[in-house]
């Protein structure tokens, strides 16, 4: 996108606003932290959330940010609005540093910042339209304007025929629909997302996530997001950082995140969505081969990295002998196929390891799990 | 005869309680306000008025009405040149439901959830914003609540009022009750006010209800 694109986030710059000059390619970077900490004076001593967070977002993606409860992840999406004032290093937004805003120039910012919440946080005494029209109403938006704006929100959340309900008679999922559009009606550059499918079913995250990709293809913004889910980040996100004790510990695009996690971090996270293996084999796996006739049972993992999917008929007859197929699934991740079989090899005419290295030739990573009967 | 001695004692009451509480609730909300704002982590936060501003709201709620009222003496001469009579009562009361409405006032605005002042900031609201359109209306069924414990509170602080001479039903339930053993007149005054303390809890409590969207 264009430096000249409509979506820019115009902050009004005083005289000596700081302009850092970085490589051409975070020059362009949307949002950007540069040795980013924030210690907390707890009541034993300070407490770290946040240290050296060097990181640059770019226009137009979904960014997401994972880690634990506790990681820090809330604190930094937070330096982003200035709800979380930084205690060292500096957040650049469209390369201002918005560390030494006043009062004045953050409610401008923050204008052209949209965030929705885990819990919501719709105002309980207001309507849907009330709550819609409340950050117009608060910067001195003209009625008819208002009305507008607030119609054609309502519209693309698909809620302009509750206008008049009040948030205690939504669902998890319609409040989510309100809290974006409140989000949205200043038409931000920026929209940061806090758990914000944390607090709903399976399928309400689904629509709530669909909805957040077509905004972001819609109208071309920015979207930051914090999540303890995988499954989200998968489902929507371009690139993902992994945040353990308020330090980046992995960081790439999704597919390679996904289809090669180097840090044990992102591999506890992705657990869930993995295959392990099933507890009635676990059982009956011998780690050395009781007969010649007893099966091999190899895992081959597909990372992505590839990007043909992974060619079964040849894999088999590169293997020779009986290939049953255990267990295994591939899923397609920005276009990239990753994921893992477990097969049962017998009768080949080669041996374990000549398996090993033949499997090898398709998938990026293969393991002799054991032997079965 | 009675019928009139009663009607008087009545408008008197109300005058009394009706008055004192108003001027409370326009100060106490205030008051209200900024003990919540300027406590730590709040908006407008400012640790030492917070401390004084507490400190004097707790003197006159330490003190019992009574002693409140001949202490407050001097100051009520000074205020509407005269101690005696519904007005000169009024200023005592109104100094003890000051401080005692923006207590519970307080405690509404103190339980309106940080997250949607949290969201607040995040649509760019200044902190004058955050208080009129956030931490008011989200605590308005909660201080309704509250300016209904203080009328009911009132109305018994001025039967204390009409002993040191204001009127009111309470004076007549003491003078014709106590002092002259007439307890047709004292049941009828009982029987008047639990009446209107009915009413206005009855009244309150609607009204909190109907403001609550939760």
């Given at each position: 996108m264009s430096a000249a694109s409509p979506l820019r986030l115009e902050i009004p710059e005083p005289h000596n606003a700081v302009r850092t000059e970085l490589h051409p390619d975070l020059n362009h970077a949307h949002v950007r932290f540069i040795g980013l900490g924030k210690t907390y004076n707890g009541q034993q001593g300070p407490v770290a959330a946040l240290h050296g967070i060097d990181l640059a977002i770019q226009r137009g993606e979904v960014f997401g940010i994972i880690g634990r409860s506790g990681a820090g992840k809330s604190s930094l999406i937070r330096t982003i609005n200035r709800l979380e004032q930084p205690t060292s290093g500096r957040v650049l937004i469209d390369q201002v540093d918005i560390g030494e805003f006043d009062e004045e120039r953050l409610v401008h910012l923050r204008r052209r910042i949209g965030m929705i919440f885990q819990h919501f946080n719709l105002m309980s005494a207001k309507t849907v339209w009330q709550n819609v029209e409340l950050p117009l109403k608060v910067a001195g938006v003209a009625k008819p304007a208002r009305e507008q704006k607030v119609r054609e929100l309502l519209e693309l959340v698909g809620l302009q025929d509750k206008h008049?309900?009040?948030?205690?008679?939504?669902?998890g999922g319609q409040k989510q629909r309100v809290g974006i559009a409140r989000a949205l009606v200043h038409d931000p550059a920026i929209l940061l997302c806090d758990e914000a499918t944390s607090a709903l079913d399976p399928e309400t995250t689904q629509s709530i996530l669909g909805l957040l990709r077509e905004i972001n293809r819609r109208l071309g913004l920015t979207i930051i997001l914090i999540t303890h889910e995988m499954a989200v980040i998968r489902d929507i996100c371009d690139r993902v950082v992994v945040l353990e004790h308020g330090k980046i510990v992995e960081q790439g695009p999704v597919w390679q995140v996904f289809g090669n996690p180097q840090h044990e971090v992102s591999k506890t996270l992705l657990a869930p969505l993995q295959h392990s293996l099933p507890e009635d084999l676990q059982g009956r796996l011998q780690p050395q081969p009781a007969s010649a006739q007893d099966a091999v049972v190899l895992r081959l993992q597909f990372t992505g990295s590839r990007q043909d999917e992974p060619d079964l008929a040849a894999l088999f007859s590169a293997l020779g002998g009986r290939v049953r197929l255990l267990q295994g699934g591939v899923e397609r991740i920005q276009g990239h196929a990753l994921g893992q079989l477990l097969l049962a090899v017998s009768g080949?005419?080669?041996?374990t390891e000549q398996l090993q290295q033949r499997a090898a030739a398709w998938a990026q990573q293969v393991e002799v799990l054991g032997y079965v009967v | 005869m009675w019928f009139e001695r009663l009607l008087q004692g009545f408008i008197d009451t109300f005058l009394m309680v009706g008055v004192s509480s108003l001027i409370a609730l326009l100060a106490g909300i205030p008051l209200a306000v900024i003990l919540v704002t300027s406590a730590?982590?709040?908006?407008?936060?400012a640790p030492a008025l917070n401390r004084a501003l507490g400190a004097f709201v707790n003197l006159f709620r330490s003190i019992p009405f009574l002693i409140l009222m001949v202490a407050l003496i001097p100051f009520t001469r000074l205020i509407v040149g005269t101690t005696y009579g519904v007005w000169a009562a009024v200023v005592p009361l109104t100094i003890a439901a000051t401080p005692f409405f923006a207590r519970i006032a307080e405690v509404s605005l103190r339980e309106v959830d940080h997250g949607l002042i949290e969201a607040a900031q995040a649509m760019g609201c200044r902190r004058w914003h955050i208080i009129w359109h956030v931490l008011l209306p989200e605590a308005l069924p909660g201080i309704v609540g509250g300016f209904t414990i203080t009328l009911v509170t009132m109305i018994n602080s001025s039967a204390m009022a009409g002993a040191i001479g204001a009127g009111g039903l309470g004076d007549i339930a003491y003078r014709y009750?106590?002092?002259?053993?007439?307890s047709q007149i004292m049941l009828t005054v009982i029987v008047l006010l639990v009446i209107l303390v009915a009413a206005i809890q009855l009244g309150g409590d609607r009204l909190a209800r109907g403001l609550n969207k939760r």
């Open positions: 008049k309900a009040y948030p205690a008679q939504l669902s080949s005419p080669v041996g | 730590k982590g709040g908006i407008f936060e009750g106590y002092q002259r053993f007439d």
